[in-house]
């Protein structure tokens, strides 16, 4: 949908006014490897895609925030001033959790009404969510800097915290900073190599050397929802816990290297526990050798360490599931892909892999039409590049 029909759409939903319409846009993003790594102070390689969610905006001369979505019959009007009344939405809450996290960063937030088009296909894994999260805080943000006269552009490295809290401390979903961090600042074509313990992070130019990013939807709508989700940020801090003792100086598990672990891994008596701790601590060496590879041209080991990645989301971290495994099986079939995992939480959602350009068409053909006969369900493929993060666009 171009802007000038999500202009149209907006006008048909809140009618004119004298205030002009705006566009803010944020990614959605895939994670090339390090996953489940974020919200253990690990090392994460996404790059934000070409996906996104587009906001238009007009601001109110009152309290109140009007939410509408181009692909859904629901409206929300909510009041700036309760919006505790608002967290059990069906939807919504993404955007008000925002509003309440930048009001308790001191921001002095006007009311808006706010249009959402999306290009990112919800519950896949590629971080609509955040998407949508990044986006409403810039438009807020900006909204309310210009309404004190302030006219530095906002700290996307901020909207990124401000995302993350409103998921963690509204929504309910104890998730990580990469998802936010990455929709925040991407840029095109290249991935960010991103420290998740202090958000130091380096944009590191992607030398696909003739291969594309192909991202496949399993098209299950993924389960993960927040009690696994927490389930494994528990495990793991509890494995943490047990390790700390042996390894002071560590803060988290990120801090831990693979040989400390291989060390120690014996105190940890609950098999279930030790292989959640050695998936994400393993899965940050995975993370460190990729930049590598990548820097240096090398696509043929960075493809073999995605596959190591998917082998420990699958059988230490438990998060992959018989349509996921079966994609990337599949796509390990075609010669001339160089590596496969799957990306984002798990229990359903998307694989990434690394596919020479000249077999993208068979490599969709194939693993299309094999991932049916075996699952019975139609995968949709997603060539992507990537592209850059939070901006105001349309000026």
């Known amino acids: 949908m171009i802007l000038d029909e999500l202009k149209n759409r907006f006008i048909d939903i809140y009618g004119e006014c004298g205030e002009e319409i705006r566009f803010f846009s944020s990614?959605?993003?895939?994670?090339?490897?390090?996953?489940?790594?974020?919200y253990n102070g690990g090392y994460v390689f996404p790059v934000a895609v070409d996906l996104s969610t587009i906001v238009a905006a007009r601001k109110r001369n009152d309290r109140q925030i009007n939410l509408a979505a181009t692909d859904l019959d629901i409206r929300v009007k909510a009041s700036l001033d309760e919006l505790d009344r608002y967290k059990n939405l069906d939807w919504g809450h993404y955007q008000l959790g925002v509003a309440d996290e930048l009001l308790k960063a001191g921001y002095d937030l006007i009311g808006c009404d706010l249009l959402y088009h999306g290009t990112i296909p919800y519950g896949a894994g590629l971080s609509s969510s955040a998407s949508i999260e990044v986006a409403t805080a810039l438009t807020l943000a900006t909204f309310a800097n210009e309404a004190k006269g302030i006219n530095t552009c906002v700290d996307l490295v901020e909207m990124a915290k401000i995302g993350q809290r409103a998921e963690n401390n509204y929504v309910g979903v104890n998730c990580g900073i990469m998802d936010q961090f990455a929709s925040a600042m991407g840029k095109k074509d290249h991935a960010i190599f991103l420290n998740c313990r202090d958000l130091s992070f380096k944009h590191v130019p992607l030398h696909m050397k003739g291969y594309k990013i192909v991202i496949s939807n399993t098209n299950k709508k993924r389960s993960l929802g927040a009690s696994k989700y927490n389930e494994r940020r528990s495990e793991c801090e509890k494995g943490f816990e047990i390790l700390h003792e042996?390894?002071?100086?560590?803060?988290?598990?990120?801090?831990?290297?693979?040989?400390?672990?291989?060390?120690?891994?014996?105190?940890?008596?609950?098999?279930?526990?030790?292989?959640?701790?050695?998936h994400v601590i393993s899965e940050d060496d995975r993370v460190l050798k990729s930049v590598k590879a990548l820097n240096n041209g090398n696509i043929e080991e960075f493809g073999r360490l995605m596959i190591e990645s998917h082998n420990s989301l699958r059988d230490l971290y438990e998060v992959t599931g018989n349509e996921l495994d079966t994609l990337v099986e599949e796509a390990l079939k075609i010669d001339g892909v160089a590596g496969s995992r799957m990306t984002g939480a798990g229990f359903g959602g998307c694989t990434v892999s690394i596919v020479r350009d000249d077999v993208v068409d068979e490599f969709k053909e194939k693993v299309g039409k094999n991932y049916?006969?075996?699952?019975?369900?139609?995968?949709?493929?997603?060539?992507?590049?990537?592209?850059?993060?939070?901006?105001?666009?349309?000026?």
């Open 27 to 38: 990614p959605g993003r895939v994670n090339l490897i390090g996953e489940h790594t974020d």
């Open 372 to 395: 049916y006969e075996r699952i019975g369900l139609n995968a949709t493929f997603y060539v992507c590049e990537a592209g850059d993060g939070a901006r105001e666009i349309g000026k």
């Open 246 to 278: 042996k390894i002071p100086e560590a803060t988290c598990l990120g801090e831990i290297s693979y040989e400390q672990f291989n060390e120690y891994k014996h105190l940890i008596e609950n098999k279930t526990i030790r292989n959640r701790v050695e």
